[in-house]
T-cell receptor, first 116, second 115 residues
Framework: GAVVSQHPSWVICKSGTSVKIECRSL??????MFWYRQFPKQSLMLMAT?????????EQGVEKDKFLINHASLTLSTLTVTSAHPEDSSFYIC????????????FGPGTRLTVL | GENVEQHPSTLSVQEGDSAVIKCTYS??????FPWYKQELGKGPQLIIDIRSNVGEKKDQRIAVTLNKTAKHFSLHITETQPEDSAVYFC??????????????FGTGTQLKVEL
């Protein structure tokens, strides 16, 4: 149980375009979902926290107008990178937290974004 | 905010030996401490966690210990196998009672199990 999927697993796009990444909890309802970014050989950096039906809470330094997060249902959250630039190239990972659980977060497999 | 330090950054052991990774945290309000294993190009996988009301937890070859007074916790892997080779991250959280459920991660330990 507690499986999270992401789509796509990798994407290459041109500078200036927008990219949408989907995060789905497959066998549980995720009341809270988190989006992280990870650069090579570095730790996970939290970008934002989203609760179903509410606006996302962004970490300091993360541009909310550039990284649009939607959490429309208890099993789906999306991250849209708008007007992507090469510096946005990274590994994006989402996680879901079951309602009522202590704080167990289950991570998706990640999405490798490369902006040319 | 919470700060988590993790050591060592790299660890090489011989197959069959034990591996120990240590983390310290700064916020005494933290009460949930998970450990994640991340293989190259994949998302982190929860391997074990511990809550502040216990001092030790074991699951087969993996164990975690917690010292609340000293604010440090450790991951112990016994009888290491080549498939244990990966990056391991510790994390700390204030659980559902505070901190917005956010996890603060350590910097990671690259474990290599050599034949």
């Amino acid at each position: 149980g507690a499986v999270v999927s992401q789509h796509p697993s990798w994407v290459i796009c041109k500078s200036g375009t927008s990219v949408k990444i989907e995060c789905r909890s497959l066998d549980f309802q995720a009341t809270t979902m988190f989006w992280y970014r990870q650069f090579p050989k570095q730790s996970l950096m939290l970008m934002a926290t989203s609760n179903e039906g509410s606006k996302a809470t962004y970490e300091q330094g993360v541009e909310k107008d550039k990284f649009l997060i939607n959490h429309a249902s208890l099993t789906l959250s999306t991250l849209t990178v708008t007007s992507a630039h090469p510096e946005d190239s990274s590994f994006y990972i989402c996680s879901g937290k079951r309602g009522g659980s202590y704080n167990e977060q289950f991570f998706g497999p990640g999405t490798r974004l490369t902006v040319l | 905010g919470e700060n988590v330090e993790q050591h060592p950054s790299t660890l090489s052991v011989q197959e069959g030996d034990s591996a120990v990774i240590k983390c310290t945290y700064s916020d005494s309000a933290s009460n949930y401490f998970p450990w994640y294993k991340q293989e190259l190009g994949k998302g982190p996988q929860l391997i074990i966690d511990i809550r502040s009301n216990v001092g030790e937890k074991k699951d087969q070859r993996i164990a975690v210990t917690l010292n609340k007074t000293a604010k440090h916790f450790s991951l112990h892997i016994t009888e290491t196998q080549p498939e244990d080779s990966a990056v391991y991250f510790c994390a700390a959280s204030m659980g559902i009672t505070g901190g917005g459920n956010k996890l603060t991660f350590g910097t990671g330990t690259q474990l290599k199990v050599e034949l």
